[in-house]
């Protein structure tokens, strides 16, 4: 099954400022999640991410917001722009694998201060 | 729209049996899953059952699907501390994406 490789897996920034965040997957997939999980809650979809086209987003979340590049069949990034406190959250991206499965990365846990 | 539900918190003692419980509503879902969250890491995926099935079994791991009453239940046999986590309940929309529920933090005493 899939690998991702998520990173950073943690930062504080300063509100007002952008982390763009990434995901590696050691195997060609079409389709990338970037889901938000708030504290203490469960997890969000922000968008799907398909290579060569845009992303959809989810209602709710918006591009300017969360700008997502999809280059290739192995990467993705999200951005988090202009950050508020109440953008603090772990982002994670998955992917689909065989048989059914979802895997999910490492989570980035994003504080704002 | 599709909804899936979980108690908040469970508590065992170590060596019994831990009994995680999950609805849902859409009865379209081809795939139903369990995932696992431990503390500041991210989402394991701990098995999934596929809605043709009433049961799958994975070693300590025991999964039980009432289709009828769009139910799935999670046992862990044998419960140890390094079990103690976060346990998330999540289906397959028709739209192919996944719907979680609130997850079940379950904590495991000595």
């Known amino acids: 099954s899939a690998v991702i490789s998520q990173k950073p897996s943690r930062d504080i920034c300063q509100r007002g400022t952008s982390l763009t965040i990434q995901c590696q997957v050691d195997?060609?997939?079409?389709?990338m999640f970037w889901y938000r999980q708030q504290p203490g809650q469960s997890l969000t979809l922000i968008a799907t991410?398909?290579?060569?086209?845009?992303?959809?987003?989810e209602s709710g979340f918006v591009i300017d917001k969360f700008p997502i590049s999809r280059p290739n069949l192995t990467f993705s990034t999200l951005t988090v722009s202009n950050m508020s406190p109440e953008d603090s959250s772990i982002y994670l991206c998955?992917?689909?694998?065989?048989?059914?499965?979802?895997?999910f990365g490492s989570g980035t846990r994003l504080t704002v201060v | 729209g599709e909804d899936v539900e979980q108690s908040l918190f469970l508590s065992v003692r170590e060596g019994d049996s831990s009994v995680i419980n999950c609805t849902y509503t859409?009865?379209?879902?081809?795939?139903l899953y369990w995932y696992k969250q431990e503390p500041g890491a991210g989402l394991q995926l701990l098995t999934y059952i596929f809605s043709n099935m009433d049961m799958k079994q994975d070693q300590r791991l025991t999964v039980l699907l009432n289709k009828k009453d769009k139910h799935l239940s999670l046992r862990i046999a044998d419960t140890q501390t390094g079990d103690s986590a976060i346990y998330f309940c999540?289906?397959?929309?028709?739209?192919?994406?996944?719907?979680f529920g609130q997850g079940t933090e379950l904590s495991v005493k000595p």
């Open positions: 859409d009865s379209s879902s081809t795939y």
């Open positions: 998955s992917v689909a694998i065989s048989g059914g499965g979802y895997t």
């Open positions: 991410a398909n290579q060569g086209s845009e992303a959809t987003y």
């Open positions: 195997s060609q997939v079409t389709m």
């Open positions: 999540a289906d397959i929309n028709q739209g192919g994406k996944l719907i």
